[in-house]
């Protein structure tokens, strides 16, 4: 019997991963979730941050901004409102980003979240891209 | 009747109008497609969250009071989103649309005494409008081909926050859904409050009964869920409308084809008439002025 998951990634305008894997590492909302097969059904909320999918020695790095991941039946299914495959994502342009976002000076609560929101979206699109 | 020049010259204007028509069919045909499998990669995402909404009530969060969930005792004050095209050429495309929105708002205003505010999609809807001089609440860009899902987004974060202030009290989506491939309909439906209708999907999963866990609990992943639900509606109702303008470009513009080419035919076959009746009166004048010399 094979031990695997069907994963799906999927944004509202794609679909962005579809395959069987061993072993997924999800970023949930207050830190990083595993999910290996005969998982118990669970819906959870998703955080900003990296999301490992493994199958035998090869892993593959996804970032996703927000969102839930849903497992039920051996099927996963990361349903983010944004995310990215580690290869669409380059090194230098998120640097750029990253540092026009640091430049900003935001005025009161909400324009600091949003700065706040962008910049550890744009962190964890780094770290899934320095890979 | 007209002469063999003027015959000539109309033949040549229809020729070259069946060009453009035909070449502007293809483009939305392209186009078509384009939106098509857009739509279609857009459908398991709103299918899923469905699915999840549905797991969230099976598991008895029924009885969340959400604000989003939440009707308002007396809606006076009504805002509707209307989804119109940015260009004409499209058979009845806008006018469907528009004319099913100001039913709608007739109704609600002069039967039911409400205040009806038009939020408008599309440079189309605005244009008309403003010709009948019927107040526009607010006015935004139809994006077309270039939309994506975080400008849908915005303007769902923007109707909610105009309903959770208090700004409006019902909020209704009013575009062209997409029944199927070939047929697509004006539809109006109401997105604010969210009505909790029992779908099928709902039923099938009433029936397996699976006991999920929910992290961090049942009522946040349900009120985090909710915006992304009406962001998702305002998204597929965006992508359908664009698909649904591109369908019907292309049926009005096949039509144009069609009809620029049975033209043709027609002129070609009195311009045929013409010359032999030209070519036969100088037979007939030559015998004439033949007969008259012997």
């Known amino acids: 019997m094979s031990m695997k998951l069907q994963c799906t990634i999927?944004?509202?305008?794609?679909?962005?991963?579809?395959?069987?894997?061993?072993?997924?590492?999800?970023?949930?909302?207050?830190?990083?979730?595993?999910?290996?097969?005969?998982?118990?059904?669970?819906?959870?909320?998703?955080?900003?941050?990296?999301?490992?999918?493994?199958?035998?020695?090869?892993?593959?790095?996804?970032?996703?901004?927000?969102?839930?991941?849903?497992?039920?039946?051996?099927?996963?299914?990361?349903?983010?409102?944004?995310?990215?495959?580690?290869?669409?994502?380059?090194?230098?342009?998120?640097?750029?980003?990253?540092?026009?976002?640091?430049?900003?000076?935001?005025?009161?609560?909400?324009?600091?979240?949003?700065?706040?929101?962008?910049?550890?979206?744009?962190?964890?699109?780094?770290?899934?891209?320095?890979? | 009747?007209?002469?063999?020049?003027?015959?000539?010259?109309?033949?040549?204007?229809?020729?070259?109008?069946?060009?453009?028509?035909?070449?502007?069919?293809?483009?939305?045909?392209?186009?078509?497609?384009?939106?098509?499998?857009?739509?279609?990669?857009?459908?398991?995402?709103?299918?899923?969250?469905?699915?999840?909404?549905?797991?969230?009530?099976?598991?008895?969060?029924?009885?969340?009071?959400?604000?989003?969930?939440?009707?308002?005792?007396?809606?006076?004050?009504?805002?509707?989103?209307?989804?119109?095209?940015?260009?004409?050429?499209?058979?009845?495309?806008?006018?469907?649309?528009?004319?099913?929105?100001?039913?709608?708002?007739n109704r609600l205003a002069v039967e039911e005494g409400k205040e009806v505010l038009l939020y408008v999609v599309g440079k189309k809807g605005n244009s008309y409008l403003k010709f009948i001089e019927e107040p526009v609440y607010k006015y935004a860009q139809n994006l077309e081909d270039k939309l994506s899902f975080n400008d849908a987004s915005v303007m769902g974060s923007e109707l909610i926050s105009l309903f959770l202030n208090g700004e409006v009290d019902e909020v209704y989506l009013s575009s062209t859904k997409v029944v199927s491939t070939a047929s697509q309909k004006p539809a109006i439906q109401r997105i604010l409050p969210i009505t909790p209708e029992r779908t099928e999907i709902e039923q099938s999963v009433s029936e397996f009964h699976t006991q999920y866990i929910f992290e961090p609990s049942p009522y946040r992943i349900f009120s985090s869920l909710l915006p992304l639900y009406i962001k998702v509606k305002v998204y597929s109702s965006l992508l359908e409308s664009g698909y649904s303008e591109q369908f019907a470009r292309r049926v009005a513009m096949k039509n144009a084809t069609d009809a620029a080419t049975e033209m043709v035919r027609e002129l070609t076959i009195r311009y045929n008439r013409v010359r032999q009746a030209k070519i036969t009166n100088e037979i007939a004048e030559i015998v004439g002025g033949a007969a008259a010399l012997e």
């Open chain 1, 10 to 131: 999927l944004t509202p305008d794609r679909i962005l991963y579809e395959g069987d894997i061993h072993f997924a590492v999800v970023q949930a909302y207050d830190g990083e979730a595993g999910f290996l097969y005969n998982h118990a059904p669970l819906v959870s909320e998703l955080g900003i941050g990296e999301v490992r999918l493994r199958t035998g020695e090869l892993t593959e790095f996804y970032t996703v901004e927000g969102g839930f991941v849903e497992i039920h039946d051996n099927k996963l299914v990361i349903l983010a409102e944004d995310a990215y495959a580690k290869a669409d994502l380059v090194k230098d342009e998120i640097e750029k980003e990253l540092a026009t976002v640091r430049a900003k000076e935001p005025k009161g609560y909400e324009e600091r979240l949003a700065v706040s929101i962008e910049l550890t979206k744009l962190k964890a699109r780094l770290k899934v891209a320095s890979r």
């Open chain 2, 1 to 105: 009747m007209a002469t063999q020049r003027e015959i000539r010259k109309r033949i040549k204007s229809v020729t070259s109008t069946r060009k453009i028509t035909k070449t502007m069919e293809m483009v939305s045909t392209a186009k078509m497609k384009k939106m098509q499998s857009r739509l279609q990669m857009s459908k398991p995402y709103s299918e899923k969250i469905d699915r999840i909404i549905a797991h969230l009530r099976d598991s008895g969060v029924d009885d969340v009071v959400d604000p989003l969930l939440q009707e308002r005792a007396d809606p006076t004050r009504i805002l509707v989103l209307m989804v119109t095209g940015n260009r004409g050429l499209c058979g009845g495309f806008n006018t469907n649309v528009i004319d099913n929105t100001l039913n709608f708002k």
